[in-house]
């Protein structure tokens, strides 16, 4: 079966610190990756999504980068965060085969 | 621009009581509509999905249905129980090829035991 993980679970990060974020998904193969953030009263934005290896397409300009090194991991980074980058983020994806998505459990950053 | 609005923001029922919740989107040239659960501080958790060509989809006590020409989505929930308590979000995926999904903010319900 399909699973996906995602961590940490909850981080609190000061101004101008890096980020690193994980998601990995297991059994399956090729699938497309999103990264998703939700800020409070203002739903899901996509941020980036990835349908292979070290393809990146970024849908909102912003202070975070994502990056694809295998065909199941997916992160989201920043180099200096900002109090505007405090959220939660919900990493998803969706096989070639399948059609709907499936979420991740969640990090909720905390920028201070 | 594909635009998914969900009226109500919030609702609270008692226990027992069956209920609608509303979803409403733009572009009525969609792929799918998923419906999905969030419980606090949690990921998303699919409910239903109905393909473009269906008229609904079931599940245990959830029932969505799907108008394509009137942009409109339903979510019904048949007796309603404490557990049901969450945030439900509806999602448009507006093609094929298309890589996101558009969310609506949810609406929160409570039911109250």
């Known amino acids: 079966s399909q699973t996906i993980h995602q961590w940490p679970a909850t981080l609190v990060q000061p101004v101008g610190s890096p980020l690193s974020l994980e998601c990995t998904v297991e059994?399956?193969?090729?699938?497309?990756l999103y990264w998703y953030r939700q800020a409070a009263g203002r739903g899901l934005q996509l941020l980036f999504y990835?349908?292979?290896?070290?393809?990146i397409s970024s849908e909102v300009p912003q202070n975070l980068s994502a990056s694809r090194p295998q065909d199941r991991q997916f992160i989201l980074s920043s180099k200096k965060l900002l109090l505007s980058d405090s959220g939660f983020y919900l990493c998803?994806?969706?096989?070639?085969?399948?059609?709907?998505?499936?979420f991740g459990s969640g990090t909720r950053l905390t920028v201070v | 621009k594909q635009e998914v609005t969900q009226i109500p923001a919030a609702l609270s029922v008692p226990e027992g009581e069956n209920l609608v919740l509303n979803c409403s989107f733009t572009?009525?040239?969609?792929?799918?509509l998923q419906w999905f659960r969030q419980d606090p501080g949690k990921g998303l958790t699919s409910l239903l999905l109905?393909?473009?060509?269906?008229r609904e989809q079931t599940s245990g006590r959830l029932n969505a249905s799907l108008d394509k020409s009137s942009g409109r989505s339903t979510l019904y929930i048949a007796a309603s129980q404490p557990g049901d308590s969450a945030t439900y979000l509806c999602?448009?995926?507006?093609?094929?090829?298309?890589?996101?999904?558009?969310f609506g903010k949810g609406t929160k319900l409570s039911v109250i035991p």
């Open positions: 572009d009525s040239a969609i792929y799918n």
């Open positions: 998803a994806w969706i096989s070639r085969s399948l059609i709907g998505y499936t």
């Open positions: 990835s349908v292979g290896i070290g393809q």
């Open positions: 059994g399956t193969s090729n699938p497309n």
């Open positions: 109905i393909q473009s060509s269906q």
């Open positions: 999602a448009v995926r507006s093609g094929a090829g298309s890589y996101q999904l558009t």
